[in-house]
């Protein structure tokens, strides 16, 4: 099963209608709830009358910030389901209404009246942070909410080694997930005070935590179940009000209730991408080796603390170990404003930190006179090595992806052996329309390949059941989030036991039912409850040869596993699967086939003074190459060509993985050419899927995968994660394809018309 092509075994089911999504459940006697939101930005809430939308026909109950438990909740411990005393952005949830539709429901909000004094707001980490500003969380005594300092080597040393260096400010966007699902969630409370919450959640382990501390319940008293997920890319990485409120609104009617975000609401009240205001500097030999690379960034967390105060940990990654780094420092400042709430994304930092890290070795190739390629080359990371930040690099194939997308980079597609990208016709030579220019250009990315220890405990479990019938159940604590787990880990589950993936039932929805799991993030899921399946099937195996021994009159070591039987290898005897299950249930002091398995890798929490530390069991690594056509009448960047090298480990199934580079980089275009959610005095000016432009599938280029099998020694089967690595040097790459084309350096995401114009036009004065 292993290396094979294999179908997601929820396609059949989606591509029909038969999944059932979060926004499909519906519960006898649910009721519907709205949110009514803030008019300000910042302003002390003066009252709230909600009695005329009481009376409203169809109205079952109504919450406000007098309906709190007195706890906060949240990564900053500093926010609760609804406000009461003050507002901190327009996000910020007031009052909400259970009523018997959503019709109903909305007209109510209308009816609650609200009386603000308006304060005054902070739009910029700059402007928070300048004497005097207004304190968003006054009880902090500063709009700051941490910093980062990180350093290897000595700077000044790295500086005095190095016969080149350059020098840039980049501005990173706020990018939204935008998921084809808008947020949902349902919640119920049994006879008991028991608490159901339907949810698409990424986390349920910890939402459960989570909602103990926003509710003030115990987390016994909890259970999450996971509807299928319509789109994640880290959305549900973190407990968000509309969750709490959910269950208030549920407790207080007595009734389910079900929230659903409009495609508005998704836009105003759930996280996005961080921003990010970042001076690098970095410098290299003549002989092209990097000498020190230096970052400082200002990110602006919004209004409450999310998961977009911990990117610095990404980004400082990137920056100290993409690349055999002597001298390295990065520094990071998380500041409070008035703003949208900062979260998880897809990459979680690392597409920041890769286009502003990639563009600058471009720049110091130019300086050198080098080739891109060979220039990254000769600085590569290395197989078995421990970089000065701590990361401990087992498998690694960086060279070999940066030469599998050089060796395609050829535009006028003719092989041209023994030639560096120098030496080869530039790609304008090939298009006779004068304002129109072609270039290409590359970029390279790590990422954690075997989890990320942001907790205590970064494990997962699972178990395998053999029944009667030979058929096999895999329970794991992960997550199926579109990414294909599932499948992954049925194939690991179908090898071991020698069946089908088809015979290979998963399970994993239920936190009544399932082991615990950390959560799905940090392309995690094949590499660590791929270990625990893994470990589970192979006690089950234990267990079924310890029974088809003695059928058989063998021993265990003389046995395997193939085509749904347990077969003796000397004597060519067999028995199916079912009737060695039976054989060992069915007698005195009998057993049922139940393996258990738990992995937790073997990585620690990185050092909170030092930040160093090896914070995965392996990383991956990858490169793309882009090649653009740049029009320099209008600024226009076409793509016309990507292709996405990336170390994977080994390919339990390449399908899959070329799934998930693909959407990787369908993202990481519209980062770097389209998307931006673009954010005035707190407000969200364009809140939907015609001024937030996605790239479609009539945007997409020509996308080619190479998949580089380096077979990552801790991981199953050799695996290790991709998840995230589709898209984070995409934007880089198409930058410095851009600089290749027509001479200037884009510093700023998205690259759109007007901006590549603008860079155009100013490289024209000078």
């Known amino acids: 099963m292993i290396g094979q092509r294999i179908p997601k075994l929820d396609a059949p ?7 059932v999504y979060g926004h499909d459940v519906r519960l006898p006697g649910m009721l519907h709830g709205r949110i009514k939101y803030s008019k300000h930005a910042h302003a002390r809430v003066v009252r709230v009358d909600v009695s005329r939308a009481l009376k409203l026909p169809g109205v079952k109950t109504i919450v406000t910030a007098d309906d709190n438990p007195p706890t906060m909740f949240g990564y900053g411990k500093d926010n609760t389901p609804l406000k009461g005393q003050v507002v901190r952005s327009l996000r910020d949830e007031v009052a909400a209404v259970a009523a018997v539709d959503a019709d109903t429901a909305e007209e109510a909000l209308s009816l609650i009246e609200v009386e603000y004094e308006p304060l005054t707001a902070v739009f910029t980490p700059e402007e928070a942070l300048k004497e005097g500003a207004p304190l968003i969380h006054a009880e902090h005594g500063s709009n700051y909410f941490t910093r980062y300092r990180y350093s290897h080597g000595t700077l000044e040393a790295g500086e005095r080694e190095s016969d080149v260096t350059v020098e840039a400010d980049f501005e990173l966007p706020y990018v939204a997930h935008a998921a084809m699902e808008t947020s949902v969630v349902v919640a119920a409370f049994d006879h008991r005070g028991h608490l159901t919450l339907y949810s698409t959640t ?16 115990e987390g016994s008293e909890i259970r999450i179940i996971q509807t ?5 890319f880290g959305r549900g990485l973190d407990i968000y009000p509309f969750e709490p409120i959910a269950a208030l609104l549920a407790r207080k009617a007595g009734k389910p209730v079900r929230i659903s975000f409009s495609r508005y609401e998704e836009f105003l009240a759930a996280p996005v991408r961080q921003p990010a205001k970042v001076h690098v500097r970095a410098g290299a030999t003549r002989e092209g080796m990097i000498t020190f690379r230096d970052a400082y960034a200002l990110l602006d967390i919004g209004a409450y603390v999310s998961w977009g105060s911990v990117t610095p940990l990404v980004m400082m990654e990137t920056t100290a170990s993409l690349y055999r780094i002597p001298h390295s420092r990065f520094a990071a400042d998380c500041v409070y404003t008035n703003n949208p709430i900062t979260g998880a994304v897809r990459g979680y930092g690392n597409p920041q930190s890769t286009f502003f890290v990639e563009t600058m070795m471009d720049r110091l190739a130019v300086a050198l006179d080098m080739d891109p390629v060979d220039f990254r080359v000769r600085n590569a990371n290395r197989p078995n090595e421990e970089t000065p930040q701590g990361l401990i690099i087992t498998s690694c194939g960086l060279k070999e992806c940066l030469e599998a997308v050089a060796a395609r980079a050829d535009t006028a597609r003719q092989k041209d052996e023994g030639k560096t990208m120098k030496d080869r016709p530039h790609p304008s030579s090939f298009i006779p329309h004068p304002s ?11 990422n954690v390949g075997g989890g990320a220890r942001i907790y205590r405990s970064d494990g997962c479990g699972a ?3 053999v029944d009667d019938f030979g058929h096999v159940s895999l329970v794991t604590g992960s997550t199926e989030i579109g990414q294909g787990s599932e499948t992954v880990l049925a194939q690991i589950v179908a090898e071991v036991l020698g069946v089908n993936v088809e015979d290979v039932n998963v399970l994993n929805s239920d936190t009544d039912v399932k082991p615990w799991d950390v959560g799905v993030h940090a392309s995690r899921t094949t590499f660590i409850a791929g270990n625990a399946a893994h470990i589970a099937a192979l006690d089950a195996r234990r267990q079924l040869f310890e029974t088809a021994a003695e059928m058989l009159k063998t021993t265990p070591d003389d046995l395997i596993a193939k085509d749904g039987h347990v077969v003796a290898k000397v004597s060519g005897k067999s028995a199916e699967l079912g009737k060695v299950a ?3 249930h069915y007698r005195e002091g009998g057993q049922v086939i139940l393996g258990e398995g738990w992995y937790d890798p073997p990585t620690k929490l990185v050092d909170k003074d030092t930040y160093k530390g090896n914070i995965s069991a392996t990383y991956g690594f990858g490169a793309q190459m882009a090649e653009v056509e740049v029009d320099t009448d209008t600024g226009k960047v076409r793509v016309l060509r990507l292709v996405c090298a990336n170390d994977v480990g080994r390919a339990i199934n390449p399908m899959a993985v070329e799934g998930q580079i693909e959407g990787g980089a369908q993202m990481g275009l519209g980062y770097a050419l389209t998307e931006e959610v673009i954010v005035e005095k707190g407000r969200v000016m364009n809140p939907d899927f015609l001024d937030y432009r996605l790239f479609t599938t009539a945007d ?11 077979d990552d020694p801790q991981g199953p089967f050799g695996a290790k994660g991709v998840g995230e690595m589709g898209g984070t040097p995409t ?20 690259m759109t018309p007007e901006r590549v114009l603008k860079a155009l036009m100013e490289k024209e004065n000078l």
């Open 436 to 446: 129109k220019k072609r270039g290409i250009g590359f970029a390279a990315t790590l």
């Open 202 to 217: 990424q986390i349920p382990f910890l939402l459960q935590r989570d909602l103990s501390e926003a509710l003030g319940m």
């Open 228 to 232: 299928a997920i319509g789109g994640a």
């Open 731 to 750: 934007a880089a790459a198409i930058a410095n394809a851009i600089h290749d084309a027509v001479g200037v350096w884009m510093t700023t995401v998205p």
């Open 582 to 584: 039976r054989a060992r």
């Open 463 to 465: 178990t395998v059941k």
């Open 700 to 710: 997409m280029p020509e996308i080619e995968t190479v998949i580089i099998e380096t």
């Open 13 to 19: 089911d989606k591509a029909t209608g038969r999944t």
